[in-house]
T-cell receptor, first 114, second 113 residues
């Protein structure tokens, strides 16, 4: 398994601003993932972040809106840019472990955009 | 495209009774199947997985799940429910060797004292 932390745990932001969410894992991992969980909904994959390469975004998500950094094997950031109330969600990072068979999740960042 | 269905939005069970949370999947090839639990204001916690081997897999907190290939199901079970099991449960699937997890919509489990 892996121990994953996220900062901030929650935030309230004004529309039009940006928020950067940090994800830290206690061991080196190849792949890190960012998910969005809209209120009352399931999880949707935003992008996959490999160290040393550009993130791979899923359909419906673009780099200008959700830029991602992956500077090393234990850390990643997701920025939610030019926020609107529709961006109010829980944002979760996950990492692959157990030889790549299992994803473990961080505690999430609860974002409210006013 | 792969998909995961959790047909019940909510499951209510009395404390001490057995519980079942249902999940069916559609994945090309051999599936990797997972159950996660989300407590209020918490992230997702991994419960158990099926990769290969014995169809009955055991996980954390006394939970188990049975892989049924013919019915493409992976139902979560526990012989005796606890009030502390009340939470939101997600089933997820991926194709063998793929990192792309597809989640079901979640099932809210309420264990009634």
């Amino acid at each position: 398994s892996a121990v994953i932390s996220q900062k901030p745990s929650r935030d309230i932001c004004q529309r039009g601003t940006s928020l950067t969410i940090q994800c830290q894992v206690d061991s080196q991992v190849t792949m890190m993932f960012w998910y969005r969980q809209q209120p009352g909904q399931s999880l949707t994959l935003i992008a996959t972040a490999n160290q040393g390469s550009e993130a791979t975004y899923e359909s419906g998500f673009v780099i200008d809106k959700f830029p991602i950094s992956r500077p090393n094997l234990t850390f990643s950031t997701l920025t939610v840019s030019n926020m609107s109330p529709e961006d109010s969600s829980i944002y979760l990072c996950s990492v692959d472990a157990d030889g790549g068979e299992t994803q473990y999740f961080g505690p999430g960042t609860r974002l409210l955009v006013l | 495209a792969q998909s995961v269905a959790q047909p019940e939005d909510q499951v209510n069970v009395a404390e001490g009774n057995p519980l079942t949370v249902k999940c069916t999947y559609s994945v090309s090839g051999n599936p990797y199947l997972f159950w996660y639990v989300q407590y209020p204001n918490r992230g997702l916690q991994f419960l158990l997985k099926y990769i290969t081997g014995d169809n009955l897999v055991k996980g954390s907190y006394g939970f188990e799940a049975e892989f049924n290939k013919s019915q493409t199901s992976f139902h979560l079970k526990k012989p005796s429910a606890l009030v502390s099991d009340s939470a939101l449960y997600f089933c997820a699937a991926s194709g063998a060797g793929s990192y792309q997890l597809t989640f079901g919509k979640g099932t809210k489990l309420s264990v009634i004292p």
